[in-house]
């Protein structure tokens, strides 16, 4: 952490002639599925006045984020919530909203949020009470409405909007999946785009010329490092891998602090069906299989009880070994289950899953390894091609009306657009 010494706010009449010093703290943590955060507290030792908020330390994400939580017991009150400054909170049981850029970015449970929006409330009350009695009164029934939702008597949906992606609602249940919390991710909206200062960059966006054959040739561009945010260069290189299609894979190299990444995107466009890849991991050379993980493909470890939501580590070519170790590395360095806030009970299941995971890793234990990707973009390599693989089970699938809106598959139209476009005018 860092600290730097500010002025503490006035302290009113009878108050020395001249602010007095407090501190405040900053620690940088980087939290799995939106990247880094600032923690900012400040403290003033002579009037005990104190402030805490959290400023997203990454990139605005490609996507914007929603968190959608159905609140049943005390237990979930007590979620780690990350809240940025541009993120919407709605509580629709109530008709309650506390819209984006009307409080700083914060770091607290859904019981501290909701404790911050009644201190909001109960602030002006004494002079709407002299000013306006009605008013008083009503806003007075809705507060003890709020207090009421702390003691869970029945159960309401708790949903973080967030234009940014930046914000984070903690699975308490990881690495299972949290049956009770939908996270969607969509595309931003020219409005949101603008609210967020991206309108500009969006709209100098300029489509790459389809006719240039980029196929033999590494591009690299000039971005920042996500470590450090030095200087760095990005290589860019189109690949075909055999028995499947073309991938863009992009590396990352900083100089300055050795930082290394490396992403993976699909060169082609979203099949007709989504596939469903199903390995049954049986000996230890099947670490070594390659595999494309696309940014649409969710994991699944039936044996572990597991499952990687799509979206997570990104795109990825690499092999089954150097997959399974990215996700044990996402597990462990989860900051809301390390360091003295975490339950011990919390830990030791993590640790659990970690070993059973490393027991897969070295091969001491048999288990399926199953990727699931509604676009069809991801692979997994057949040893025996171009001959079956008594292992390997590949299976094709008509997606969801879900899974549709999810890729924004069901409001384009590829087809017949030009004459409706001409009969609307």
Known sequence: ????????????????????????????????????????????????????EIQAAGRI??????????VTSRQDMNREVVKTDCATTRIPELDFEIPAFTQKGVLTTIEGII????????????????????????????IGKLKQLKEVHSSFTFIIDDPSGNSFVENPH?????????????????QQAAMLGLGAEEANETPADPVEDLRNE?????????????????????????????VII??????????????????????PQ??????????????????????TCSVEIPELEFELGMGALGGKFTTLEGLLKDIKDLVERNPFSLGDSSAPSKMEKLQEFSRKLLDIIEGKTKAHFVMDDPAGNSYLQNVYAPEDDPELKVEHYERTFEQNEELGLNDMKTEGYETAAASER
């Open 1 to 52: 952490g860092l600290a730097t010494s500010a002025r503490a706010p006035s302290l009113g009449a009878g108050a020395r002639p001249f602010p007095l010093q407090g501190v405040t703290r900053l620690l940088l943590t980087r939290v799995p599925f939106f990247k880094e955060i600032i923690v900012s507290s400040f403290a003033c030792g002579s009037c005990s006045w104190s402030n805490t």
């Open 61 to 70: 994400q490609e996507q914007g984020v929603r968190y959608t939580l159905a």
């Open 115 to 142: 404790d911050r929006a009644v201190a909001g409330l109960e602030q002006d009350q004494p002079v709407r009470r002299a000013t306006d009695e009605e008013v008083a009164s009503k806003i007075d029934e809705f």
């Open 174 to 190: 990881a690495p299972q999946k949290d049956e009770a919390l939908v996270v969607a991710h969509y595309k931003r909206t020219p």
């Open 218 to 246: 590494v591009l690299q561009f000039n971005t920042n490092c996500p470590e450090c945010n030095a200087p760095a260069n990005t290589n860019m290189k189109l690949v075909q891998i055999p028995h499947f299609k073309e």
């Open 250 to 271: 992009m590396a990352t190299n900083c100089d300055s602090c050795g930082h290394r990444t490396n992403e993976v995107k699909s060169g082609g466009a979203i099949e």
């Open 274 to 295: 989504g596939t469903r890849i199903t390995l049954r991991i049986t000996d230890p050379s099947d670490m070594t299989r390659d595999v494309l993980k696309s940014e």
